[in-house]
């Protein structure tokens, strides 16, 4: 089983400023990594898919980068709504996993 | 609009069955797989099972293996999650997910439900 890190679990920061999110896998996934947005009671939403392409209707400000073990998702400028839980996933093999999340908390 | 709604959860004694249905409309079901993802409340997502577009390709991670059974009806565009022998660490919401075109069980998840509560407990 493929396990997937994230890492920081709690990143504080302000809106405005620039998120970097790390999502490290145990084997090489190639480009197989997505990355979900989940607010607070809801179910989550797709981001990002094939580590770099966003989803429909996803704005611009959220980026993903990476290949092989090491993935990103970048959030250019914090928005208020941004301050949730962030989850990445990967679909290189059976059974697909998930990172532990990562929370985004105002400071 | 795609739309996903899931239905069948409620309270059920460990050993105890439920059995989940998800309707879907808004995009040609047999075209896609579907997935079941599960949360704990306050935790984490876990991928539970996937079926792919005609149901002829399915998966289980190993905790539900030989107690849970994914099926669909593509006449009928529903998915579902059939639970035996239910224990407490099954308690969780259960999403059901639309994944991409193709002939796997499982991917990326472009589309969900909002879930329905599954709690085990005596």
């Known amino acids: 089983e493929i396990v997937l890190t994230q890492s920081p679990a709690t990143l504080s920061l302000s809106p405005g400023e620039r998120a970097t999110l790390s999502c490290r896998a145990s084997?090489?996934?190639?480009?197989?990594l997505a990355w979900y947005q989940q607010k607070p009671g809801q179910a989550p939403r797709l981001l990002i898919y094939d580590a770099s392409s966003r989803a429909t209707g996803i704005p611009a400000r959220f980026s993903g980068s990476g290949s092989g073990t090491d993935f990103t998702l970048t959030i250019s400028s914090l928005e208020p709504e941004d301050f949730v839980f962030y989850y990445c996933q990967q679909r290189s093999s059976w059974p697909s996993t998930f990172g532990q999340g990562t929370r985004l908390e105002l400071k | 609009d795609v739309q996903l709604v899931e239905s069948g959860g409620g309270v059920v004694r460990p050993g105890g069955s439920l059995r989940l249905s998800c309707a879907a409309s808004?995009?040609?079901?047999?075209?896609?797989?579907m997935s079941w993802v599960r949360q704990a409340p306050g935790k984490g997502l876990e991928y539970v099972s996937g079926i792919n577009y005609n149901g002829d390709k399915s998966d289980y991670i190993d905790s539900v293996k030989g107690r849970f059974t994914i099926s669909r009806d593509n006449a009928k565009n529903s998915l579902y999650l059939q639970m035996n022998s239910l224990r407490a660490d099954d308690t969780a919401f259960y999403y059901c997910?639309?994944?991409?075109?193709?002939?796997?069980?499982?991917?990326?998840?472009?589309?969900w439900g909002q879930g329905t509560l599954v709690t085990v407990s005596s």
């Open positions: 997910a639309r994944t991409g075109a193709g002939l796997l069980w499982f991917g990326e998840l472009f589309f």
């Open positions: 084997q090489s996934i190639s480009t197989y």
């Open positions: 808004g995009f040609t079901f047999d075209d896609f797989g």
